[in-house]
């Protein structure tokens, strides 16, 4: 792995404002970094969409601690002037859709912390490439790729985060246009039925065939990015009714997802690279909500959650593994950065 020893060096020697999770956050990304990233091809592991997300963590983390976010820049800016081509994506767009909103939504963060609007305007191109995927058989709705193979929730709650994210920084009548997707995609969310209307979860998709809840697992993420969605939207409406629907998906996992009190994926068995991210991208979700409408039983949860991720034993010389609450010696890059997501979340 190729890993460039001057993007930690402002790390290395930074001094923290502030306690709680901060300096696990910090050391936990001096691992990211020095196991995985690639600064010739800016991506982790040569990973993917997860990189994506990656990036919206280290940026988020730069937003909290002033001390880091000189690092943090340096990371951004190595990984969007190395990875947009990779992956045989083009500019970071490709054929699925919801790829294309987890790099969105990592530019967008970047803009936060940056106020480059390079990174501003390739979340508004790769928002407008998603709209693309607009209008499946079943009334509306985002396809998960480009050959029309799935109708997934994924891609549905990005596409309303990242316009809802955008409609926030953006001016008339620009703001309008992703308010107005952003709101059509709500609408069509809502009345799909693909939150389950006996859990109270997100399931995985829509049956193109039936235009039916497809009953499918309720991973975290599904839960967490419809948790930003509604947030933003909220605010760029002032509409509180929104926020009543994502604090009750939001203690709805509180309440059957978790294991003690410690956010747990609903299967059995070890997680994959793919299902190890998703816990990060809920406690994004949820720190985005209690921000912007804050929740005491949220801060605690993030906090107990964290606390666990810091005190129970990591493997592999550092790695977070994918159990929070312990009893796991499986790891890998995604579980890593999941576990960052909750210590940057709690600080």
């Not at 001057?6 to 020697?13: G, I, Q, V």
């Not at 691992?31 to 990656?54: A, I, P, R, V």
């Not at 976010?69 to 943090?72: G, I, L, Q, R």
């Not at 995604?334 to 600080?347: E, K, M, P």
């Given at each position: 792995?190729?890993?460039?020893?001057?993007?930690?060096?402002?790390?290395?020697?930074?001094?923290?404002?502030?306690?709680?999770?901060?300096?696990?956050?910090?050391?936990?990304?001096?691992?990211?970094?020095?196991?995985?990233?690639?600064?010739?091809?800016?991506?982790?592991?040569?990973?993917?969409?997860?990189?994506?997300?990656?990036?919206?963590?280290?940026?988020?983390?730069?937003?909290k601690?002033?001390?880091f976010?000189?690092?943090?820049m340096?990371?951004?800016?190595?990984?969007y002037?190395?990875?947009g081509?990779?992956?045989?994506?083009?500019?970071?767009?490709?054929?699925?859709?919801?790829?294309?909103?987890?790099?969105?939504m990592?530019?967008?963060?970047?803009?936060?912390?940056?106020?480059?609007?390079?990174?501003?305007?390739?979340?508004?191109?790769?928002?407008?490439?998603?709209?693309?995927?607009?209008?499946?058989?079943?009334?509306?709705?985002?396809?998960?790729?480009?050959?029309?193979?799935?109708?997934?929730?994924?891609?549905?709650?990005?596409?309303?985060?990242?316009?809802?994210?955008?409609?926030?920084?953006?001016?008339?009548?620009?703001?309008?246009?992703?308010?107005?997707?952003?709101?059509?995609?709500?609408?069509?969310?809502?009345?799909?039925?693909?939150?389950?209307?006996e859990?109270?979860?997100?399931?995985?998709?829509?049956?193109?065939?039936?235009?039916?809840?497809?009953?499918?697992?309720?991973?975290?993420?599904?839960?967490?990015?419809?948790?930003?969605?509604?947030?933003?939207?909220?605010?760029?409406?002032?509409?509180?009714?929104?926020?009543g629907?994502?604090?009750?998906?939001?203690?709805?996992?509180?309440?059957?997802?978790?294991?003690?009190?410690?956010?747990?994926?609903?299967?059995?068995?070890?997680?994959?690279?793919?299902?190890?991210?998703?816990?990060?991208?809920?406690?994004?979700g949820?720190?985005?909500?209690?921000?912007?409408?804050?929740?005491?039983?949220?801060?605690?949860?993030?906090?107990?959650?964290?606390?666990?991720?810091?005190?129970?034993?990591?493997?592999?010389?550092?790695?977070?593994?994918?159990?929070?609450?312990?009893?796991?010696?499986?790891?890998?890059p995604?579980?890593?950065?999941?576990?960052?997501?909750?210590?940057?979340?709690?600080?």
């Open positions: 792995m190729k890993y460039f020893e001057s993007l930690l060096l402002p790390f290395l020697f930074s001094t923290l404002a502030f306690a709680d999770y901060a300096d696990d956050a910090l050391a936990a990304i001096h691992t990211l970094q020095d196991k995985w990233y690639n600064f010739d091809t800016g991506l982790w592991d040569d990973l993917w969409w997860q990189s994506g997300n990656m990036i919206e963590t280290i940026a988020r983390f730069g937003l601690d002033p001390a976010k000189p690092t943090a340096n990371i951004i800016s190595n990984t002037a190395k990875s081509n990779k992956h045989s994506a083009i500019a970071w767009r490709n054929d699925f859709y919801d790829d294309m909103g987890w790099w969105a990592g530019w967008i963060a970047s803009y936060d912390l940056t106020g480059n609007a390079v990174y501003l305007n390739t979340a508004k191109e790769l928002f407008h490439e998603m709209a693309g995927g607009w209008n499946t058989p079943c009334n509306g709705g985002l396809w998960w790729d480009k050959e029309h193979t799935n109708i997934a929730a994924i891609s549905n709650e990005l596409f309303l985060s990242v316009g809802a994210h955008l409609a926030n920084r953006v001016s008339p009548p620009e703001r309008d246009e992703y308010l107005n997707w952003a709101q059509m995609e709500w609408d069509w969310f809502w009345n799909s039925g693909i939150i389950n209307a859990s109270g979860l997100v399931n995985d998709g829509i049956d193109q065939v039936t235009c039916q809840n497809d009953g499918k697992t309720t991973f975290t993420y599904n839960q967490g990015v419809i948790l930003a969605g509604l947030s933003e939207l909220a605010r760029a409406k002032s509409d509180g009714g929104l926020i629907h994502a604090y009750d998906i939001a203690n709805t996992v509180l309440n059957k997802l978790t294991d003690k009190g410690i956010l747990t994926e609903p299967v059995a068995g070890p997680l994959d690279i793919v299902s190890s991210q998703f816990k990060g991208a809920f406690v994004r949820l720190s985005t909500l209690n921000e912007n409408e804050p929740q005491q039983s949220f801060t605690d949860f993030l906090k107990k959650n964290a606390g666990a991720v810091s005190s129970e034993p990591k493997v592999d010389g550092g790695v977070i593994p994918d159990k929070w609450q312990g009893g796991s010696g499986n790891s890998n995604a579980s890593h950065a999941a576990g960052i997501d909750v210590l940057v979340a709690a600080v």
